[in-house]
T-cell receptor, first 116, second 118 residues
Framework: AQSVTQLGSHVSVSEGALVLLRCNYS??????LFWYVQYPNQGLQLLLK??????LVKGINGFEAEFKKSETSFHLTKPSAHMSDAAEYFC??????????????FGAGTRLFVKA | EPEVTQTPSHQVTQMGQEVILRCVPI?????FYWYRQILGQKVEFLVS????????KSEIFDDQFSVERPDGSNFTLKIRSTKLEDSAMYFC????????????????FGNGTRLTVT
């Protein structure tokens, strides 16, 4: 079974500072990885996804993530945090179903706080 | 942009009561999912549904749970006899037709139903 581990349930940064949210994956096959964001009282929205090809993936709102196979990591970064980035962020991996299709496995989430 | 809609946004029920959570997936989507998120915990997979049948379910999805697509547009999750530990946010999600063979297809989530069991 595939899984993702997010290091740090809470991360706090100052506005304008670098955002780094960590995710490590476990997969016996080439992984398909995602980052989702959840704003208060809303569902999850896709931030970015990695399939194959370029290891640096750019997403919405200035976020990007780098796939590093040697480190089994897919950390999410943003050069300069904005107050509106405060949310919960979930790393996720796609797992094949025996009946066809795929399901998404989520990490525990990291809550990002942005201080003024 | 099409959205997944869930109703109600918040439901309070007494322990032992039946609840039905409703979802209207995006109209041309064919794959449907329920996830739940207990307060402060991870988003957990409950069940996937395709071609009018369950394609996979998790250990959480026991005999107290059932899903149905009664009319070709709604997708419901029923909990027959709620327990206190069923209190959580329940998310419906869907994927389009082409997603069957695409591991990189993202989920489209609704805003969730917060279920509180007292």
């Amino acid at each position: 079974a595939q899984s993702v581990t997010q290091l740090g349930s809470h991360v706090s940064v100052s506005e304008g500072a670098l955002v780094l949210l960590r995710c490590n994956y476990s997969s016996s096959v080439p992984p398909y990885l995602f980052w989702y964001v959840q704003y208060p009282n809303q569902g999850l929205q896709l931030l970015l996804k990695y399939t194959t090809g370029a290891t640096l993936v750019k997403g919405i709102n200035g976020f990007e993530a780098e796939f590093k196979k040697s480190e089994t990591s897919f950390h999410l970064t943003k050069p300069s945090a904005h107050m509106s980035d405060a949310a919960e962020y979930f790393c996720a991996v796609s797992e094949a179903l025996s009946t066809g299709g795929f399901k998404t496995i989520f990490g525990a989430g990291t809550r990002l706080f942005v201080k003024a | 942009e099409p959205e997944v809609t869930q109703t109600p946004s918040h439901q309070v029920t007494q322990m032992g009561q039946e609840v039905i959570l409703r979802c209207v997936p995006i109209s041309n989507h064919l794959y449907f999912y329920w996830y739940r998120q207990i307060l402060g915990q991870k988003v957990e997979f409950l069940v996937s549904f395709y071609n009018n049948e369950i394609s996979e379910k998790s250990e959480i999805f026991d005999d107290q749970f059932s899903v149905e697509r009664p009319d070709g547009s709604n997708f419901t999750l029923k909990i027959r006899s709620t327990k206190l530990e069923d209190s959580a946010m329940y998310f419906c999600a869907s994927k389009p037709r082409w997603a069957l063979t695409k591991a990189n297809s993202p989920l489209h989530f609704g805003n969730g139903t917060r279920l509180t069991v007292t």
